[in-house]
């Protein structure tokens, strides 16, 4: 099951970079735990994302109030996680009570980018597409931010609604000037919402209003 999970997350990654939404090896990141497991894996920089393997993840132990690298691979052993490690790690900390596993997508969508930079707001956009908003969560956005990763962080907890026990109040939320991170329990389910997010922006930005 690990596997075959690692390897939908690399199918993800290369559909992302086809469609633009991540560059080759830096932009966007993922992280998967598995319920009732007290670890999990992310993905480490420096690997063109359309080329992604299951070996690229670094195993990850949680514990109270930080985490600890494991050795997965040799392969690994000279990357280093994504620095963007500060908005994981916290939403796997209580997996080892979760009764699913939950995976957690980094991209930069184009078109949610340019609705944000143009000023809309994607949660009052949700509210005009019904379909959407009742199969998808969307937080309020959050504000053009300074490059720091524990920032995006805590903001992305805060929107997100994370609470003491690993719970989430949204599936999406949308970060100006950056991009999103998505929450669900496999990863075409979290892409599925970056995706639907990424089209109502674009229907927006091609209307005019």
């Not at 990763?149 to 950056?178: N, P, R, W, Y």
């Amino acid at each position: 099951m690990t596997n075959l999970i690692l390897e939908q997350i690399c199918q993800v990654f290369d559909i992302a970079y086809r469609k633009g939404w991540t560059t080759s090896c830096w932009d966007g990141n993922a992280s998967v735990s598995f319920a009732g497991e007290d670890f999990f894996y992310i993905s480490t920089s420096g690997i063109p994302k359309h080329s992604f393997r299951p070996e690229h993840f670094l195993r990850v132990k949680i514990l109270d109030d930080h985490w600890q690298r494991l050795s997965t691979h040799p392969c690994t052993d000279a990357l280093s996680p994504t620095g963007e490690i500060p908005v994981h790690w916290p939403m796997h900390r209580h997996s080892h009570s979760f009764q699913t596993d939950r995976v957690i997508l980094h991209l930069h969508p184009t078109h949610v980018i340019a609705a944000l930079h143009a000023g809309h707001d994607l949660n009052e956009i949700s509210a005009r597409f019904p379909n959407l908003k009742r199969k998808c969560r969307i937080a309020p956005d959050i504000e053009n931010l300074p490059e720091s990763a524990d920032l995006m962080a805590e903001k992305t907890f805060q929107h997100l609604g994370l609470d003491s026990q690993g719970c989430i109040q949204h599936d999406i939320v949308a970060i100006g000037g950056h991009g999103v991170v998505s929450v669900a329990s496999d990863p075409f389910t979290a892409l599925s919402y970056v995706e639907r997010v990424n089209h109502i922006a674009e229907v927006v930005l091609l209307s005019g209003k």
